[in-house]
């Protein structure tokens, strides 16, 4: 005679399995949706790099030189304080809005760079270091193709 523990056991799996087997049904149609929209926004991410970097390759090709620096350019600078962002931003004329948006960041950012309560991230370093390779010339006419944002506030000191 069968262990009657056994087939309670048995019977409850089954009754589970079947009470459960509807609501996985519905998690795995949202898992393959959420699998296509991955894949979808991941080929748009690879065509926005694409796009970019052709942007990127007509504007130096426009201004003559490199506007993303390379890994040499990027390496120059160790030390990234306030004072020798302030008297880059002085050697060029540039007010605190125009500096900002040469380097595509917010104008209270550079004001905390500035401050020293916060520091670059090395992104903005290596543009800072190819900003730096500039004269006024040059980044007058990079500021001139860059697009004017109405968020960025003119804070000159």
């Known amino acids: 005679m069968p262990n009657l523990g056994n087939i309670?056991?048995?019977e409850i799996n089954r009754l589970a399995r079947r009470a459960?087997?509807?609501a996985l049904a519905e998690?795995?149609?949202d898992i393959a949706e959420l699998k296509h929209r991955i894949a979808e926004?991941?080929?748009l991410i690879q065509k926005l790099e694409a796009d970019n970097s052709?942007?990127?390759a007509d504007l130096n090709g426009r201004t003559g030189k490199s506007v993303i620096p390379t890994g040499e350019a990027a390496g120059k600078i160790q030390r990234l304080g306030p004072k020798l962002i302030r008297a880059q931003r002085k050697r060029l004329g540039l007010s605190q809005r125009e500096f900002a948006l040469l380097l595509g960041v917010s104008v209270n950012t550079l004001v905390l760079w500035e401050?020293?309560?916060t520091n670059p991230r090395e992104k903005v370093r290596a543009q800072f270091a190819a900003i730096r390779e500039m004269g006024r010339r040059d980044v007058k006419k990079l500021l001139e193709t860059k697009p004017q944002t109405e968020n960025t506030e003119s804070?000159?000191?």
């Open 8 to 10: 309670l056991k048995q």
């Open 20 to 22: 459960v087997k509807p």
């Open 27 to 29: 998690m795995h149609k």
């Open 41 to 43: 926004q991941h080929k």
């Open 54 to 56: 052709k942007l990127v």
């Open 115 to 117: 401050s020293g309560k």
């Open 155 to 157: 804070i000159n000191k």
